[in-house]
């Protein structure tokens, strides 16, 4: 059962465009949300993250927009640019049993291609 | 600093042979190590977990091993590779209420 649905599965937006990708979760227990950005033959890295205690988070040009009653969160990136060309992958965390156990619980990604 | 370090970066290994895939974290002291697969333009599973020394969880069943002989080096083995063992190999570190961070990746081509 996939606990943290990712939508959509790719994207094409023009340069200046502002792709929005959408994630959904189940879990109420999860109380970390981080976005990774993905280049091809390069692990994921960290690109923004939220907590549930906020609705909006801003880095830079990227924004992630929380609803906790909803259970959504969405990436958003503004005035979008083909070096932005990757695969986006949201992801949920909870508490583990021993409490130091904090296993991510992933999206199945979205690859987004920016045209320039 | 906290840097990770996994290697080979790309492996083509025979049916049926032997794998190791060792991954090292500097910089940091009794962190989460996590071992994913990547296939081809799909999402990440999860395949080992490990919260300390010689303490290993398994997520799939599955003809893969990990083991984690000291704090900050994790290894991913099998006794006998399979054709659907070929994909993209990260290791990962986290700490509690920290972010995992990734290595570069090692692409296994099982042939």
């Known amino acids: 059962q996939q606990q943290v649905k990712q939508s959509p599965q790719s994207l094409i937006v023009q340069k200046g465009g502002i792709p929005i990708i959408n994630c959904a979760y189940e879990?109420?227990?999860?109380?970390?949300f981080p976005w990774y950005q993905q280049f091809p033959g390069k692990g994921p890295a960290l690109l923004i993250a939220?907590?549930?205690d906020v609705s909006e988070k801003k880095e830079g040009r990227f924004t992630i927009s929380f609803n906790k009653s909803a259970k959504q969160f969405s990436l958003h990136i503004m005035d979008s640019q083909p070096g932005d060309s990757a695969t986006y992958f949201c992801?949920?965390?909870?508490?583990?049993?021993?409490?130091?156990?904090?296993?991510?619980?992933w999206g199945l990604g979205t690859s987004l291609a920016v045209n320039p | 600093s906290q840097t990770i370090h996994q290697w080979p970066a790309t492996l083509v290994q025979p049916v049926g042979s032997p794998l190791s895939l060792e991954c090292t974290v500097e910089?940091?002291?009794?962190?989460?190590l996590y071992w994913y697969r990547q296939a081809a333009g799909r999402g990440l599973q999860l395949l080992f977990y490990?919260?300390?020394?010689?303490?290993i969880s398994s997520e799939v069943p599955q003809n893969l091993s990990a083991s984690r002989p000291q704090d900050r080096q994790f290894i991913l083995s099998s006794k006998k590779l399979l054709l659907s063992d070929s994909g993209f190999y990260l290791c990962?570190?986290?700490?509690?209420?920290?972010?995992?961070?990734f290595g570069q990746g090692t692409r296994l081509t099982v042939v």
């Open positions: 990962a570190y986290g700490q509690l209420r920290t972010e995992a961070f």
């Open positions: 910089g940091t002291s009794n962190p989460n």
């Open positions: 879990n109420t227990a999860f109380d970390y």
């Open positions: 939220i907590r549930p």
């Open positions: 992801a949920a965390q909870a508490p583990g049993e021993a409490g130091n156990n904090r296993k991510l619980i």
């Open positions: 490990s919260v300390g020394i010689g303490q």
